[in-house]
């Protein structure tokens, strides 16, 4: 089971158990693909704090949706504690997944990126685009 919580700007998954298994990832990749679909949601937060095991298809999704999130200027971001499933995240990464320490650290880089984006769609709208001289 994995709590889900959101607001405007982002969403936050939480497991329901300490193991991260083939079936939790199965229900993460649901929802996820659930919100991006129908509502657009780009901007993901996974809460591991609890988390003692982690399996490789969650490090494999994780992937999936960081590419998302990318492609689509969003973020992709992972509260992790435990030097473990950090290690596990690293080694079977195909990116440098974004990990940080809290929630409130990982809502902080959202709207860090939100802004960004603000700033680098108002430098287009005013200038113009590269080539359009």
Known sequence: MINIKKTDEYVIFTPGSSIFDDSTSAALEKAVAGLYSSEGRINFIVDLDKVSSLAVSGVILF????????RES???VTV????TLTDIIADNSQFELLMLSSVDEAIEAIYMNLQDNEYDEGEENEFGEENDY
């Open 63 to 70: 992937d999936k949706v960081h590419k998302i999130a990318l």
């Open 74 to 76: 969003g973020l992709f």
């Open 80 to 83: 992790v504690n435990n030097d």
